[in-house]
């Protein structure tokens, strides 16, 4: 419950504030990519303003993200090691409890020896 107010009280004032960005900068601009002829209409797009900032803040994000996703690769295989010597490390515990087990089962019992 906490985290949905929580939600809402950041995500609200987030779309305002895009809304407002996004009336405030309607106008059609064109974004040319070739730097030796701006009027050039094959590398050059028209959109309203808003349309190219929000096209490169999800460009940004997607590159941040895919930055951090690499940068943590170390972790995650250190994390995928540790679980697979956890798994072994079990498997040899169970195995040496099993093996404790059959020895016991094996070894007279304290009522059954005799007295030496």
């Not at 930055?67 to 540790?82: I, P």
Request: proline fraction near 5%.
């Amino acid at each position: 419950m906490i985290k949905r107010i929580l939600g809402l009280v950041i995500l609200i004032p987030l779309a305002i504030v895009l809304i407002m960005l996004s009336v405030a900068n309607r106008d059609a601009v064109t974004l040319a990519l070739n730097p030796f002829d701006p009027a050039d209409q094959v590398l050059s797009a028209t959109a309203p303003f808003f349309v190219f900032l929000f096209a490169a803040l999800m460009l940004g994000m997607i590159i941040g993200s895919l930055a951090t996703w690499f940068k943590q690769g170390k972790h995650r295989q250190r994390a995928r090691a540790s679980a697979t010597e956890a798994v072994k490390w079990q498997s040899e515990a169970d195995r040496q409890k099993a093996k404790a087990q059959q020895t016991a089962a094996v070894l007279p019992g304290p009522d059954k020896r005799s007295a030496a």
